[in-house]
């Protein structure tokens, strides 16, 4: 039986692209999604088809990440469908429905921002550990969480998500080092910027900002690219490290003078 990693938000974008490629390399999938079953059963249909074994299993988990109720079932499903679980990427997330500057943020979005970016994934990893750590068996698990290089760059445009992401980023060096005596393994996937449905409406501004030398490697990133990093983190071949945090960005986050 293969390795059963669980992906939030797996229906679209990065989450899609870290399905696919956790696939490709021989892994189970739990897809999980909030709304949309038709885009959600179109990642299961990519996985089938990128998969190579005939014992890895893709199945479809319906939860809003943000309500502790559907999170409770999620945890249940997860331990449930494939028999086991040896993995968990927090990537569900969302961005702030309209962009106001920092001094006119809204508290209703900020409040919602911080129960789908910030409470879901610290509060779902909660859950899965102390299930992994009941059955005695947190040896070799592996969380990776994806914030954003918003965890550590200002937007002053949407304040709501660079704070999110910041205690997102705060969350995996708790867990990392909570989880480090029993063996579980903490990474942290820090993406720049990459073309999904989330950036398409800023997809001009960014285009003009590559194109003039914000990011080093001057292109996008691809859900892809997030995906094959996490396939690297589950490898196991990290053994010496934890709480590690990887930029997917092109280098973007390199200071420059
Ligand atoms: N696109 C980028 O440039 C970029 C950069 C850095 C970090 N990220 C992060 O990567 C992650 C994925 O972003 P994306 O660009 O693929 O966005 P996206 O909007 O294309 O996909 C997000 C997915 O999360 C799901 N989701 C949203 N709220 C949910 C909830 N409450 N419960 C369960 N699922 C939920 C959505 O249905 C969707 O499938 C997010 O955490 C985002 O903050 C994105």
């Known amino acids: ?4 990693y669980l992906v939030t938000g ?3 974008g990065i989450g899609r692209g870290i399905c696919i ?4 390399k021989g892994f189970s999938v739990l897809i999980n999604f909030a709304g949309n079953e038709k885009t959600a059963e179109e990642t299961k249909a990519l996985c089938e088809q990128a998969s190579s074994s005939p014992t890895q299993q893709f199945s479809l988990i319906q939860a809003d ?4 109720l559907q ?4 945890l249940k499903a997860s331990f449930s469908l494939h028999g086991r679980l040896d993995g968990l990427v927090n990537n569900a997330g969302i961005a702030p429905k309209q962009r106001f500057d920092f001094l006119d943020m809204p508290q209703e979005s900020y409040d919602r921002l911080m129960d789908v970016n910030l409470k879901g994934p610290i509060f779902l990893t909660q859950l899965i550990a102390n299930e992994w750590k009941r059955q005695g068996d947190l ?8 914030s954003s290089v918003s965890s550590d760059t200002v937007s002053l445009n949407r304040g709501e998500y660079c704070i999110s992401k910041a205690g997102l980023s705060m969350g995996a060096s708790l867990f990392a080092t909570a989880l ?4 579980a393994y903490v990474f942290e996937v820090r993406p720049g910027i990459i073309k999904t449905d989330m950036t398409s409406a800023v997809e001009s501004k960014y285009d003009a900002l590559i194109a003039s030398g914000l990011v080093p490697q001057v292109r ?5 690219d997030v995906g094959k990093t996490v396939v690297s983190l589950a490898s196991g071949n990290l053994s010496f490290s934890t709480g590690t945090v990887i930029y997917v960005d092109g280098g973007l986050h390199i200071p420059r003078l």
Do not use: C, V
């Open 65 to 68: 990440i943000s309500d502790p």
């Open 180 to 183: 480090a005596p029993y063996g």
């Open 1 to 4: 039986m293969a390795q059963t």
């Open 220 to 224: 996008w990133g691809t859900a892809e």
């Open 10 to 12: 797996g229906g679209r």
């Open 21 to 24: 490629e956790l696939a490709k």
């Open 71 to 74: 999170r409770e079932a999620l």
């Open 139 to 146: 040896s070799e698990k592996t969380i990776i969480f994806i």
